[in-house]
C-alpha cells in the first residue's frame, strides 16, 4: 500500500477542473463584437456577455493578477503585474505608456483574453 498515492486533500484538484471548465465556458464569449463593447466603455452598462466575462476575469485564481498604475497624475498609466509578495511593488509588464485610465483598463482585458484563449 506504499505505492498509492495519498488523495485527502483533493481540493486543488478540484479548483483546477472547476478553473478548466469555466475556462472553456467563458472562452466562446470572447468575440471581437464583445471586445469591441469593452472597447467601446471599460466601466460603462455592459451586456450580460461582457458581465460573465468581467466576472470571471476578477474571480479567477488561475488568471495573472494585473493592476493599473499610474505613473503621472491624469495623463499616464502603465498596466502591471502583482508579485505576491508582500512589500513587494508590483512589476510593469512592458514599456508600453497608455494615455487614458480606460485605455489601461481594455489594456488589461486584452491581457486576459490572450490568458484564457491559451491552454
Same mark, same amino acid.
Given at each position: 500500500m506504499a505505492d498509492q498515492i495519498d488523495l485527502t486533500d483533493r481540493e486543488p484538484i478540484a479548483i483546477s477542473r472547476w478553473e478548466r471548465r469555466l475556462r472553456l465556458a467563458i472562452r466562446p464569449l470572447l468575440t471581437d463584437e464583445l471586445i469591441a463593447e469593452h472597447r467601446r466603455d471599460p466601466r460603462g452598462s455592459h451586456s450580460d456577455g461582457l458581465k460573465r466575462v468581467l466576472n470571471y476575469f476578477r474571480r479567477s485564481g488561475a488568471l495573472t493578477p494585473y493592476v493599473i /498604475?499610474?505613473?503621472?497624475?491624469? =495623463?499616464?498609466?502603465? /498596466?502591471? =503585474? /502583482?508579485?505576491?509578495?508582500r512589500g513587494q511593488r508590483p512589476v510593469f509588464v512592458d514599456q508600453h505608456v497608455l494615455r487614458t485610465e480606460a485605455e489601461a483598463m481594455h489594456a488589461v482585458f486584452l491581457k486576459r483574453v490572450d490568458e484564457t484563449m491559451r491552454d
Open positions: /498604475v499610474c505613473t503621472q497624475p491624469f =495623463r499616464e498609466w502603465r /498596466v502591471a =503585474r /502583482v508579485t505576491g509578495v
